[in-house]
């Protein structure tokens, strides 16, 4: 089991940045696929985007060439980087850890994300 702590969110004006770092209890090399999800009120959880326990990443249409997410692993941390942010990204931001060949998942609590003037 994989513990996951999430952390840099915060209100940001549109067209600004944030970057989003999550951080697991353990080694995440090889191990697991990681990935970010949002979940504005009254919407349904969405994937935003994952990076392979490889690194081959994929992203939602809605933030493609404006997100990046990226992994350290000797650090144990996954980072999602977010530029010229929209009202319509404001969120609940989650870590996912999926386990490689299992049908293992782990989540954060959450980070909030609010893109306003």
């Known amino acids: 089991q994989v513990q996951l702590v999430e952390s840099g969110g915060g209100l940001v004006q549109p067209g600004g940045s944030l970057r989003l770092s999550c951080k697991a209890s353990?080694?995440?090399?090889?191990?697991?696929?990681m990935g970010w999800y949002r979940q504005a009120p009254g919407k349904e959880r969405e994937l935003v985007a994952r990076?392979?326990?490889?690194?081959?990443?994929n992203y939602a249409d809605s933030v493609k060439g404006r997100f990046t997410v990226s992994r350290d692993d000797a650090k144990n941390t996954v980072y999602l980087q977010m530029n010229s942010l929209k009202p319509e990204d404001t969120a609940v931001y989650y870590c996912?850890?999926?386990?490689?060949?299992?049908?293992?998942?782990?989540w954060g609590q959450g980070t909030q994300v609010t893109v306003s003037v």
């Open positions: 996912n850890a999926a386990r490689v060949g299992t049908t293992y998942r782990y």
């Open positions: 990076i392979s326990s490889g690194g081959t990443t």
């Open positions: 353990g080694s995440i090399s090889g191990i697991y696929a």
